[in-house]
């Protein structure tokens, strides 16, 4: 069977680019609409081998003429992300020898390179971890016996995790965790259990990437709402829309550090349950909390009859090479989601779950390093910012990987292409949200060492200069590319 053609229509294409004429104040009309196409590619929004919309169909849907579009796709032809076959139409490629500089979850670059990379929010791993396998090899001939397949996940693992929830104030049993591949997985999960497509589904603005990747695979119906301190947007929407699922995080969010606080927390519950709709919380972040954070108890900690579905992860607080991440809610939406994983894997690693359950268990002097090296990180980054980019703004956040940079004009994509010219991987504010907005925004993670936290943020400072003098968006890409 011959798979169809993937193609993307014009309606689709206009509002993945969003309010595509601001991203710069300079340059002619075809070569911002170019760069928003290019950025869309090059971040992965739009994947490569698909057909785009036709030139007269394009402009008519962005009220625009033809030439404009068809100077943009001759741009693109240029620089080598889209091809055009004679009589079948343009399909979006990457350019030979390069990977996605703006995909937060591309190829990482390699130390000594030369590159500093900022798309990617997380840290590197510690020889702690490599210690811990010692045990992980002592128990492994025990788990020989066995066939390895554990859908529900290793009963250690399972219990290390369901111990940690209890500690934090959440009473919670070995039969209301499932073991994932990642958080990434459990959403998915989730979604795929809980939802059907066309379902609306409820997040803050910005949020995670992967999260509304994984709902716009599926389909959903994403109502997006704009973050604030305390969700009250959230709630309204929900009581208007009467979301099948909400997608939050409560702990340290991605990208902007907030922590929600246990009142606003209750209210949440209370509204989950009055709509009638599921809280999906992403708690990857929750242990990065530092010294000055106020300790707050899980969401779920708060009520809601088994509303609250947990999603936790090694990636953010230990390494993000150690795949592993689980689900904690109630037995029978963990029936569900054990279910649903048979159409993703059959099982998680045996040796990971094992380091894993080592590391709850026995971590804690690793976290506690972990936490205190973000703290000196995101103050270096905090200075830096200040003493290089003065009119940038952000609230510093008490826990996190990330600052989420308010840039005073709507120049995120624009320093993103620009500033591969000065070996520099950025993932442009548009890229946390669904409409092509945030522009006015960039993520910056703390995962550097201080040193080379400091170089990006000289780096960037040219990028800006460059952009304010007038840099033209038809520029090539430099050469060195990863």
């Not at 971890?129 to 250690?156: D, F, N, Q, R």
């Not at 259990?193 to 990437?209: C, K, M, R, W």
């Amino acid at each position: 069977m011959v798979s169809k053609p993937r193609s993307l229509r014009s309606h689709q294409l206009a509002q993945l680019l969003g309010d595509w004429p601001s991203v710069s104040r300079k340059g002619p009309l075809y070569a911002r609409l170019g760069l928003g196409i290019r950025s869309l590619i090059l971040d992965a929004r739009i994947p490569y081998g698909v057909r785009l919309p036709g030139e007269r169909s394009l402009a008519a849907e962005l009220h625009v003429s033809r030439r404009t579009v068809s100077s943009a796709y001759a741009m693109l032809r240029e620089e080598g992300v889209l091809v055009s076959r004679h009589g079948g139409g343009s399909w979006t490629q990457l350019p030979q020898g390069r990977s996605r500089q703006g995909a937060a979850w591309g190829p990482a670059v390699w130390q000594g390179s030369g590159w500093l990379d900022l798309a990617v929010a997380a840290i590197a791993g510690d020889p702690r971890i490599a210690m811990a396998l010692v045990k992980v090899h002592e128990a492994l001939p025990h788990y020989l016996t066995h066939h390895g397949y554990t859908p529900h996940g290793l009963l250690a693992l399972r219990e290390a995790v369901a111990e940690h929830y209890t500690s934090r104030g959440l009473t919670t049993s070995v039969e209301q965790i499932a073991i994932t591949s990642g958080a990434q997985q459990a959403i998915s999960l989730v979604v795929e259990a809980l939802s059907d497509p066309l379902d609306p589904v409820a997040i803050e603005t910005p949020t995670y990437p992967g999260a509304l990747d994984v709902l716009r695979r599926h389909r959903s119906r994403v109502i997006d709402v704009g973050l604030d301190d305390d969700s009250a947007s959230l709630r309204i929407a929900m009581r208007q829309v009467l979301p099948r699922l909400v997608y939050l995080i409560a702990d340290y969010h991605n990208p902007t550090g907030r922590l929600l606080g246990a009142t606003q927390r209750e209210e949440l519950v209370r509204t989950a349950a009055d709509c009638g709709s599921q809280l999906l919380v992403d708690e990857s972040f929750a242990e990065l909390g530092f010294d000055d954070s106020p300790v707050v108890a899980p969401l779920a900690s708060f009520g809601g009859e088994g509303r609250v579905i947990s999603v936790g992860s090694m990636s953010k607080s230990y390494w993000a090479g150690l795949r592993v991440g689980w689900v904690r809610a109630d037995r029978t939406v963990i029936s569900h989601l054990v279910e649903a994983r048979a159409t993703f894997d059959m099982a998680s690693p045996v040796v990971d779950q094992l380091l894993a359950a080592e590391l709850i268990r026995g971590g804690s002097d690793l976290l506690d390093s972990r936490r205190q090296m973000l703290r000196i990180q995101r103050d270096a980054l905090v200075e830096a910012i200040h003493s290089h980019l003065p009119n940038w703004q952000f609230e510093v956040p008490c826990g996190g990987i990330s600052l989420w940079v308010n840039l005073g004009e709507p120049i995120s994509t624009l320093l993103t292409a620009r500033a591969e010219s000065y070996q520099i991987r950025l993932a442009s504010g548009p890229r946390f949200g669904l409409s092509g907005t945030l522009e006015n925004f960039l993520r910056i993670p703390f995962t550097l060492a201080p040193h080379d936290i400091v170089a990006a943020i000289e780096r960037l400072s040219a990028v800006v200069t460059d952009v304010n003098r007038g840099w033209s968006i038809t520029a090539p890409v430099g050469d060195t590319l990863v």
